[in-house]
């Protein structure tokens, strides 16, 4: 079986659901509380590399800590958005599905993820 691991929040429903998907399908994935233990600027790097997409796609807008922050800015780098996620774990997308360490989807649908086993 792959080696799964998932950036998880128990509050939220998308999370709750694509944790209930992964393991109705046998796959009993790494439950990483990434707000209680955030990744690394070099973990999150590889996730958005696994999920093939920029900072910004990954980003949380609706969080009061986005506007604070003024992360709406064009000309921040995906540098500056990392360290502000790194800062706020709050702002990274959930739930995050890693397989392998080489592909992820986000969870938004929950039925996404399902792209990682089939």
């Known amino acids: 079986m792959s080696n799964y691991e998932i950036y998880h929040n128990p509050r939220c429903s998308k999370s709750r659901a694509t944790l209930k998907l992964l393991e109705e399908n046998g796959i009993e994935p790494k439950v990483r509380l990434y707000l209680e ?4 600027a070099a973990e999150l790097k590889k996730v958005l590399k696994a999920l093939n997409l920029s900072a910004r796609k990954i980003i949380r807008e609706g969080e009061d800590e986005f506007r604070s922050e ?5 000309s921040l780098t995906d540098a500056d958005l990392i360290a502000a996620m790194l800062k706020h774990p709050r702002l990274i997308q959930r739930p995050i599905v890693i397989r392998d360490r080489k592909a992820a989807r986000i969870g938004r ?6 792209e990682l086993w089939k």
């Open 37 to 40: 233990e955030p990744p690394s």
């Open 70 to 74: 003024k992360l709406a800015d064009k």
């Open 109 to 114: 649908p929950p039925e996404s993820v399902a």
